[in-house]
C-alpha cells in the first residue's frame, strides 16, 4: 500500500507553487493541472493541490490548499521523511 500524506495550508495555489522547488530539495517534478508530480529515481510523490473555501479571521481572508501526498515506492519513514523536509521549507512564521 501506497503511503499518503495530507495537510491543509494557508496559501494561494501561486504561493504553493513558488514554495514547490524548495520544498521538494531540489528533485525535479512536472505540473499537470491540479497535479505535481515528482520523480525521485525509481520513486515518484503524486502531489494534488485543491482549493478550499477562504476562512475569515477578523477582518483577514486566509486562502487555504488542501494537498494530498501519495508516495510510490516509498516506505513509510521514507515519506514521513519527506513530509519533514517539505514542512521545514515551506513554514512561515509571523511576527516582527
Known amino acids: ?20 522547488p524548495s520544498a521538494c530539495g531540489g528533485l525535479p517534478y512536472e505540473i499537470i493541472d491540479n497535479q505535481v508530480i515528482v520523480h525521485d529515481n525509481d520513486k515518484q510523490i503524486r502531489i494534488t ?6 476562512r475569515h479571521l477578523g477582518s483577514l481572508n486566509l486562502p487555504m490548499e488542501k494537498v494530498e501526498f501519495v508516495f510510490d515506492r516509498y ?3 521514507q515519506a514521513d521523511d519527506f513530509m519533514s523536509y517539505y514542512r521545514q521549507h515551506t513554514f512561515r ?4
Not at 49 to 54: E, T
Not at 93 to 96: I, L
Request: hydrophobic fraction near 35%; glycine fraction near 10%.
Open 75 to 77: 516506505s513509510e519513514q
Open 49 to 54: 493541490i485543491n482549493d478550499q473555501p477562504i
Open 1 to 20: 500500500m501506497k503511503p499518503i500524506r495530507t495537510i491543509e495550508t494557508q496559501c494561494t495555489h501561486a504561493q504553493f507553487m513558488a514554495a514547490l
Open 93 to 96: 512564521a509571523g511576527g516582527g
